[in-house]
């Protein structure tokens, strides 16, 4: 009789996870409807199988809102450093010009017509070196979230979620963002109603 305990506590495990995977596929199968077709016809029922079962127990969610407040953090600050380097540049063009308007103010009447192309040519340079920065400024910004993404699509594939891989394809990743889309509604569900875990 000893015997019977674990194993009638593992069946109840098996028996509950097995309607938890029930429940999450019908959820996700019922989410699916609102995605576009294309979309819907690669995510049949094995697909979504697969997905159901690596939301099981809850870890993904967790993982999905780690990512999250990640990419939220990296947003805002490759945010704030565009916003340094546009303030530094507006800093930069009004002193040039306070500069230069002292300078006219101050030249004598023959001197103008050297003065006012040297002026026009500093300000000229000066806004290829702000394009030039912010150009840098972009670049970086989309390394930096390509990178981010590539971080994601690897830390959901080593979680085993069904459908991430390292990607750039651009179907690929829109199904990705589908993907997750799936699952932050369908936890967002959960929460709601209280029927989080099993």
């Known amino acids: 009789m000893m015997m019977d305990g674990p194993s009638a506590g593992g069946q109840g495990d098996s028996t509950r996870q097995q309607e938890r995977h029930y429940y999450l596929l019908s959820q996700l ?6 995605l576009p ?13 697969d997905l159901a079962l690596a939301l099981i127990d809850g870890t993904v969610y967790e ?11 990296t947003e805002r600050n490759l945010y704030n450093q565009r916003q340094k380097l ?11 010009l306070k500069k230069q308007k002292a300078a006219l103010q101050v030249c004598k009447a023959h001197n103008l017509s050297l003065l006012k192309p040297s ?12 394009k030039e920065e912010q150009k840098m400024m972009d670049k970086k910004i989309v390394s930096e979230m390509d990178q981010k993404v590539m971080d994601q699509q690897n830390t959901l594939e ?3 979620v069904a459908g991430f891989f390292i ?6 990743l829109t199904m990705q963002m589908n993907l997750l889309e799936l699952i932050l ?7 709601q109603s209280g029927s989080f875990g099993y």
């Open 185 to 191: 509604k369908l936890q967002q569900k959960e929460s």
């Open 119 to 130: 002026q026009q040519a500093e300000l000229e340079a000066l806004e290829v070196r702000v």
């Open 37 to 49: 077709s294309s979309f819907q016809q690669r995510l049949s029922h094995s697909p979504l199988s």
């Open 158 to 160: 080593q979680a085993g």
């Open 63 to 73: 993982i999905v809102q780690r990512l999250l407040d990640i990419q939220h953090l």
């Open 29 to 34: 199968q019922t989410l699916v409807k609102d």
């Open 167 to 172: 990607t750039t394809n651009p179907q690929e």
């Open 86 to 96: 546009h303030c530094e540049h507006q800093a930069l063009k009004q002193d040039l």
